[in-house]
């Protein structure tokens, strides 16, 4: 990062300080989970968590690890706030399609504690923007309480066969049902929209399936409003994680890997819409 920005007035009373050289990283993983306008920034000595939910039944997680940036520095155990995740996104691409070829912009956020805006220093070329957005006492998040204890099947995937399989099941449908069996269709999602009732399955042998762990048949349904909100994720991953606990409550896992290679986590929880009966 220039030293133009780092010698803003304020700065050395950041309890929160991180500095990327390529913003379009952090960018990409918070519109994977842009929602909802309103998102809670908690920050540990293990990196960025950023929380968005919606109606009590879809919570969005993006882990954002040290390594991603070039500089973290937090003088707290950790940090909390809320801010207008819209606001920020249009922050971070302030430059806009001004940027030439091979250009990146730079970023550096700081934040002075509760009470105070979060500020961002973006450069590019030389040019240095300073963008305060206003922060927000944080809501507690909803705990789904979605203990690894209490999962009875997982699956891990490619992110390309996940992708595949959206694209040709009926996105008209008002939800999403999958069924984790032991025995087969093993791995299966089923859509019912105006075009009929579609399904895919995958065989727990498949090229694609990189783990599969089924210890009881479960059929749920999730209402896809909801979940089409993670296909932006899907979108961005390289590996999708899915998971089912006894109570039919869904998690999807994404693994994201940078432009630099660095990795990052996007995480959904879902609730199930009803419990499908066994025939």
Known sequence: MPLSTRSQDGDEGCVLAAALDNVRNLSNILKAISFKDHAVFTATRDGLKVTVEDSKCLQANAFIQTDVFQEFALREESVGFQVNLTVLLDCLAIFGCS?????????????????????????????????????????????????????????ILQSESLKEAFSELDMTSEVLQITMSPSQPFFRLSTFGNSGNAHYDYPKDSDMMELFQCTKTQTNRYKMSLLKSSTKALALSCKASVRTDSRGFLSLQYLVRSDDGQICFVEYYCCPDEEVDEE
């Open 99 to 155: 940027s030439a070829p091979g250009v990146s912009t730079a970023l550096r956020m700081c934040y002075n504690g509760y009470g105070y805006p979060l500020t961002l220093y973006l450069e590019e070329g030389g040019v240095v923007t300073v963008c305060k957005i206003n922060t927000q006492e944080p809501e507690e998040p909803i705990d789904f309480d979605f203990c690894s204890t209490n999962v009875t099947n997982k699956v």
